[in-house]
């Protein structure tokens, strides 16, 4: 069975884009979270999404969003780029408690 | 917010030997997991644990859940070089709104063959 799957697996933007990330979960899995990972740091909880509805937002600004689909995948929009966004953006799915990781979106802001 | 405090931060050792790292958090959680992630690549769980005093093995990796839920250790017997990598601790709190990991900084394991 195929794992969490995530695209891009690399982008470049400039400051103040807009960027769209998308997951797709584990065949089963109905739950999808969002977790931004700095370079040298723990991955950092952004969003869980649950039957399409958000059931938790970590501490980020409103420039993050998200959104998951009837198919359950999901995507993350971030809006006027800034350069410290630029990180590793990981998804995980879920079916009960144990979430399982994608291989993540390289995001560089210049 | 929560916090986990992860040790060592790195650590350097010869093929063979057995490794330890631990996380120590001011609160409590419902389940503990710990993730291993090499370069460029998403973590990869290697063990959760769901019950305090929960202790759980996966092959040469035994990890414990602690009695007062807010910690938890992870070991490593007899390594070997495809074990570098960086080792997560994460705790995860089941909340009415959602169950969000939250990690630690990590351990940074090298070993010399």
């Known amino acids: 069975d195929a794992g969490v799957t995530q695209s891009p697996t690399h982008l470049i933007k400039t400051r103040g884009q807009q960027v769209t990330l998308r997951c797709s979960p584990i065949s089963g899995h109905k739950s999808v979270s969002w977790y931004q990972q700095v370079l040298g740091q723990g991955p950092q909880f952004i969003f869980q999404y649950y039957e399409k509805e958000e059931r938790g937002r970590g501490n980020f600004p409103d420039r993050f969003s998200a959104r998951q689909f009837p198919n359950y995948s999901s995507e993350l929009n971030v809006n006027a780029l800034l350069l410290g966004d630029s990180a590793l953006y990981l998804c995980?799915?879920?079916?009960?408690?144990?979430?399982?990781f994608g291989p993540g979106t390289r995001l560089l802001v210049l | 917010g929560q916090q986990l405090n992860q040790s060592p931060q790195s650590m350097f050792i010869q093929e063979g030997e057995d490794v330890s790292m631990n996380c120590t958090s001011s609160?409590?959680?419902?389940?503990w997991l710990w993730y291993k992630q090499d370069p460029g690549e998403g973590p990869v769980l290697l063990i959760a644990?769901?019950?305090?005093?929960e202790l759980t093995s996966n092959g040469r990796l035994t990890a414990q859940f602690g009695i007062t839920r807010k910690d938890s250790f992870l070991n490593i017997s007899a390594s070997i070089p495809s074990d570098v990598g960086i080792y997560f601790c994460a705790g995860q709190l089941r909340e009415t709104s959602g169950s969000r990991l939250t990690f630690g900084e990590g351990t940074q394991l090298t070993v010399n063959p």
């Open positions: 644990l769901y019950k305090a005093g």
């Open positions: 609160s409590i959680f419902n389940t």
């Open positions: 995980a799915s879920s079916f009960g408690e144990t979430q399982y």
